[in-house]
């Protein structure tokens, strides 16, 4: 049996490798964490998985709310690093969002397809970064960054808080084994298909949707207006406070 020493080392090396101590000051900055890429890869395998059972009638599916009426254009690696980008969540909230979709999908007859897994990956990580995280944007936002609206995202994340009977606590111990289940989809990467480089492509492929890109950027600039403007009106109640108290 390991120690808690070494277990507590074997986890911060898995957050480490995933890239989950990228902070909010660094994300700017930094290269999109890996757990973006793994997470991507695992969902395209179970999707695919998913729609081979089902196109040999092996499995009957439910049709969801998450359901879409046709497959969006970008692909889940893509949606997911804008969600990264723009809505400006913690990478952890990608590995409690993986956890809260697979409860969701353990009712019966319900699978994610192509059709599904992009409804499902924005409303989990929302869920997730209004659960874990010290800050968060409106669904309104959300929905822009997502490409759904408002209404749409409403719908969603109540499905998903309903389904999961609002339990969203995760236990340090189910975080750290798919942190591990994670890392072991990297290793089926380099097996399986050895990951190219495709910036011009990524390139291309991010700005199909540009007039929301430039929406989702005006809506940070003015947050952080807002929020420096907090904080000055903060200080000046304090030092008001300090003069009246002398």
Known sequence: MESPTTAAGDELESYLSLGLTVSH???????FPKVL????????????QNEELLDSSKIKESTTIFHGQR???LSIKL???RI?????????????GLIYMERYLRQPNIYMTSFSVHRLLIASVVVASKFIDDAFFNNAYYGRVGGITTREMN???LDLLFSLDFRLKVDIETFGSYCLQLEKEALVLVLERPIQVQAANVTKHLICNSSADETCKHELVREKIVLKKCVVQVLLIILLFDILKT
Request: with cysteine; glycine share 0%.
């Open 37 to 48: 890429l793994l997470l991507s890869a695992y969902l395209d395998k179970k999707v695919q």
């Open 84 to 96: 990264f980008k723009y809505a400006k969540c913690s990478p952890s909230c990608f590995v409690l």
């Open 155 to 157: 719908m969603l994340e």
């Open 71 to 73: 497959v969006p254009e």
């Open 25 to 31: 000051s660094q994300k700017d900055d930094a290269e």
């Open 79 to 81: 949606y997911a690093e």
